[in-house]
T-cell receptor
Framework: NAGVTQTPKFQVLKTGQSMTLQCAQDMNHEYMSWYRQDPGMGLRLIHYSVGAGITDQGEVPNGYNVSRSTTEDFPLRLLSAAPSQTSVYFC?????????????FGEGSRLTVL | EDQVTQSPEALRLQEGESSSLNCSYTVSGLRGLFWYRQDPGKGPEFLFTLYSAGEEKEKERLKATLTKKESFLHITAPKPEDSATYLCAVHLSGGYQKVTFGTGTKLQVIP
């Protein structure tokens, strides 16, 4: 039972490089989202999607792009990485209908930008 | 501005020593309050949802309560395996699954 799978678990980038964090879920959830977690800041929402072809911005969207071509996948793209994007990134999913408050999180991707 | 504040930032307990974690919130349009547990190097794991003042939920040694301005997570006779960071989050009206998280309380239970 895979749940939410994130890759890679660790990544080191140089300033200006681009990369994509992958997120896949096998629970047929309509809602998927990306959070970043920084010390003393809590989890902050970057982007979210409520279905294939539908995405929207969260609290801290600048510097990140997303797309949702399938129900299962929701990649997060950093087009030109900056040191301020050093963080731990979490993907989370949930059903839309009858939501009881449970977000299903992946295990996280730790990104360091030098 | 919607705010969620958790206290204390860190808490160290002896095994069996009961205590409470606090989550105070200043939000408009609260639709629900959630508690999550996060182990080091892992994603948060859902514990409870509370919808209205006076509501209580229990799971093993954990009990969550809700008032109009705050929530408490009571830990009764904790064990070392209860050591984790506990996150409070609020579900706000006006958006899909729009959730604001607090910064968490790091709990350490000493054998």
């Amino acid at each position: 039972n895979a749940g939410v799978t994130q890759t890679p678990k660790f990544q080191v980038l140089k300033t200006g490089q681009s990369m994509t964090l992958q997120c896949a879920q096998d629970m047929n959830h309509e809602y998927m989202s990306w959070y970043r977690q920084d010390p003393g800041m809590g989890l902050r929402l970057i982007h979210y999607s409520v279905g294939a072809g539908i995405t929207d911005q969260g609290e801290v969207p600048n510097g990140y792009n997303v797309s949702r071509s399938t129900t299962e996948d929701f990649p997060l793209r950093l087009l030109s990485a900056a040191p301020s994007q050093t963080s731990v990134y979490f993907c989370a999913s949930s059903p839309l209908a009858g939501w009881t408050g449970e977000l299903f999180f992946g295990e996280g991707s730790r990104l360091t930008v030098l | 501005e919607d705010q969620v504040t958790q206290s204390p930032e860190a808490l160290r307990l002896q095994e069996g020593e009961s205590s409470s974690l606090n989550c105070s919130y200043t939000v408009s349009g609260l639709r629900g309050l959630f508690w999550y547990r996060q182990d080091p190097g892992k994603g948060p794991e859902f514990l409870f949802t509370l919808y209205s003042a006076g509501e209580e939920k229990e799971k093993e040694r954990l009990k969550a309560t809700l008032t109009k301005k705050e929530s408490f997570l009571h830990i009764t006779a904790p064990k070392p395996e209860d050591s984790a960071t506990y996150l409070c989050a609020v579900h706000l009206s006006g958006g899909y699954q729009k959730v604001t998280f607090g910064t968490g309380t790091k709990l350490q239970v000493i054998p």
